[in-house]
């Protein structure tokens, strides 16, 4: 004889409402921060230039518009097929996500090819538009969110434009931090006032959680397990 049925009514509702529970208070311990490409947490190797609505690059070919740029300024880079030095940079965050932007364009834009840790890929724009503002150029999800990371990227020339000179601008990155908040220690500050009981509810949980909330529930696997 196994327990009565009201146990398993019970439990369901129990579970239920740890799951109703938990998904409020995910939401509420990410947040994005976003950083501008003049930030020193970019470097910028090779050949870019700085490039503002007041401080405008004459030399460059890609004349986007400034207001459209996130902060109004953007970095162009370029390479030759004979560029004797790549073109290249990186970003550096602590966080469990970063979404790198820039502006893309149908003219002569290099092959962009990303790293971060065992993480690559290589951005290449194949529409029309002259530019693309708030375009995708990389993005990593899942990271360990209380350590710090750094992506890199360089250009590699694009045979296929026939242009022997080609450039990318790069304009901002959005970093998701703030789940790292769920496995503080007891006592540590933190902006959620439910969080000691919730760490212990979603210890105990063991049920799938919702899709939207997948990339937090991984930073906070590998952060409990470690
Ligand atoms: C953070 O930004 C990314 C990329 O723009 C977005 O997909 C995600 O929903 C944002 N998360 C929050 C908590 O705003
Ligand atoms: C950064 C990291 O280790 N991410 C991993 C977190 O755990 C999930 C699920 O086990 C992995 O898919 C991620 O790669």
Redesign the pocket.
């Known amino acids: 004889m196994g327990p009565p049925h009201s146990f398993y009514v019970l439990l369901r509702a129990f579970l239920i409402v740890l799951l109703l529970s938990f998904v409020p208070f995910v939401r509420s311990a ?3 921060t976003t950083f501008d490409d003049t930030s020193s947490a970019f470097t910028f190797d090779g050949s870019w230039t700085a490039t503002s609505a007041s401080n405008p690059c004459g030399g460059c070919s890609s004349k986007p518009d400034a207001s459209q740029a996130f902060g109004a300024t953007w970095h162009d880079g370029n390479i030759r097929t004979d560029a004797p030095r790549g073109t290249s940079g990186s970003f550096t965050f602590t966080g469990s996500a970063v ?1 790198i932007y820039g502006i893309d364009q149908a003219v002569s834009q290099p092959n962009i090819a990303f790293s971060l840790g065992d993480v690559s890929s290589v951005h290449y724009y194949t529409g029309n538009e002259r530019f693309v503002y708030n375009a995708l150029f990389f993005s990593a999800t899942g990271l360990a969110a209380g350590e710090t990371h750094t992506v890199s990227w360089v250009f590699n020339v694009n045979p296929s434009t026939g242009v022997g000179l080609q450039s990318a601008l790069f304009d901002y990155a ?1 970093v ?1 931090s703030g789940s790292a908040d769920v496995v503080k220690p007891p006592g540590t500050t933190t902006s959620s006032t439910s969080t000691s009981t919730d760490v212990q509810r979603t210890q105990t949980t063991t049920s799938p959680p919702p899709s939207s909330t997948t990339t937090t529930q991984n930073a906070l696997i590998n952060q409990s397990s470690s």
Do not use: D, F, H
């Open positions: 990410v947040t994005n979404y959005v998701t």
